[in-house]
């Protein structure tokens, strides 16, 4: 099994006619929310922990599910366009771990931060980026999230610090924004991820058990107790990279039986299923505009222009005058723009 971990820590201070599915889901009286049992978490030096008991909302669960999808089926596309050759250099893919991703999120403030390794789409989508940017970003393309510079382990948003190629790098960093937190006086707390290895502590297949974990561990740390580190124990269904096919240490067998039995998709859709939450139509309409969303995507990523050769020394800084910037030899110079 892979485990991903997540530090989180404030330094020491802790108009047109409808379809005919969406008219038959108006139709039906749904439950507003349901309450599910979940793992109790494993806790070291801790008097108390997570609950075991949630409540999910019908509105969360349909967003959660959205979102879930998404990721999943983003991946799925990075994937044939990474076989392709549309999509080069690395690319770490996150498909079996959406609930991690998407759960983290639900526990936090959009105000918090988070920062991650080179397997960053996932958080790139949930910090607020869309499928759009992301795909454009890993063609190489000026209408990518990083102007096309980036590439898959280098994605920023709003409190979102990026994916980090150098193994660990990020963990000093996540230190550092937790204690700008603490500088400033901002009841902010700051998510740093880390993987894979470890412990089993977290069910990290389960986004309810992630949601809960994560939002316990937020409050201990505004609390001023001090930082925590919280292991989620997940699967990933893709091997380390692109590069590696994944069957080498683990069977197909044992990915499908993963897949069989502890998809977090899955999970949350027999949940909401079997709790009247949503109905089996409803949700294959999601996965319908899911589908439609990441092809629309796809489409602008691999029609979308590469960047300009000028555009090269743009962004150094954030907000400096123009300068002039040496290229690969001294009588090549490009402008930096902020």
């Not at 349909?62 to 990721?71: A, E, G």
């Not at 991820?193 to 297949?205: C, R």
């Not at 067998?253 to 109905?279: F, T, Y």
Request: with cysteine; proline share 4%; charged share 25%.
């Amino acid at each position: 099994m892979r485990k991903m971990l997540a530090a989180v820590s404030r330094v020491l201070s802790g108009a047109s006619q409808k379809p005919a599915s969406r008219v038959l889901v108006a139709s039906r009286n749904f439950a507003n929310d349901a309450t599910f049992e979940i793992k109790k978490c494993d806790l070291h030096r801790l008097e108390e922990g997570p609950p075991v008991t949630t409540v999910l909302t019908r509105e969360d669960g349909l967003k959660y599910y959205r979102m879930m999808q998404t990721v999943r089926r983003m991946e799925l596309k990075a994937d044939q366009l990474y076989k392709q050759k549309i999509i080069r250099g690395f690319c770490h893919l996150c498909d079996g771990q959406e609930a991690c991703c998407v759960g983290l999120e639900a526990g936090i403030n959009p105000t918090d931060h988070l920062i991650t390794a080179y397997r960053a789409h996932g958080f790139t989508f949930t910090r607020g980026l869309s499928v759009r940017e992301i795909l454009a970003e890993l063609t190489g393309r000026k209408g990518g999230c990083a102007k096309g510079k980036g590439g898959s382990m280098h994605m920023y948003a709003k409190n979102f610090y990026g994916g980090n190629g150098i193994v660990g790098a990020q963990v000093p960093l996540g230190a550092g924004i937790a204690l700008a937190c603490k500088y400033n006086g901002k009841d902010e707390v700051c998510l740093t991820l880390y993987g894979d290895g470890a412990a089993n502590q977290v069910d990290g297949m389960d986004i309810l058990c992630v949601r809960e974990a994560t939002r316990f561990a937020a409050a201990y740390c505004r609390s001023g107790k001090g930082p925590i580190l919280m292991e989620l124990q997940t699967y990933r269904y893709h091997g380390h990279s692109m590069s590696d096919p994944g069957v080498s240490y683990r069977t197909r067998e044992e990915i499908q039986e993963v897949r069989s039995k502890s998809d977090p998709i899955m999970l949350l859709k027999d949940r909401m299923v079997n709790s009247n939450l949503a109905s089996v139509e409803e949700l294959k309409e999601i996965d319908v505009e899911v589908r439609k969303e990441i092809e629309d995507a796809a489409q602008f990523a691999t029609a979308d222009p590469e960047p300009p050769l000028e555009e090269l020394g743009y962004h150094i800084y954030s907000s400096d005058p123009p300068f002039e910037v040496r290229g690969a030899n001294q009588w090549i110079k490009f402008k930096s723009v902020s």
